[in-house]
């Protein structure tokens, strides 16, 4: 197991979901459910997961047509996008 790669993906998907919707959808979730947080958690985690796979399927089969350095260019302008527009309706 390449241990490195392995480190890199958790911090960066730890440090993105951490303050995003679905985690305060979680919080909610779990606040208004006491006796549920068990069942919270894992239908949580059972979501990520999935939502994890679509992303390595759908990487899988997109390196097959796109090189992977402009798929990386693609994501990079689009959080770009996604930060200016943020920042923008924020100062509206």
Known sequence: ????????V????????????TQLA???FAANRPQ????????ASAALVLASAIGVLAGS???????????TLAAGVGFMIIGLW????TLR
């Open 1 to 8: 197991m390449d241990w490195r790669t392995a480190a890199i």
């Open 86 to 89: 943020t920042i923008w309706s």
């Open 61 to 71: 089969v997109l390196t097959r047509y796109v090189e992977p350095r402009h798929l």
């Open 36 to 43: 549920g947080k068990l069942l919270v958690f894992l239908a």
């Open 26 to 28: 979680t919080l909610l």
């Open 10 to 21: 958790f911090g960066t998907v730890f440090v993105a979901e951490l303050g995003d919707k």
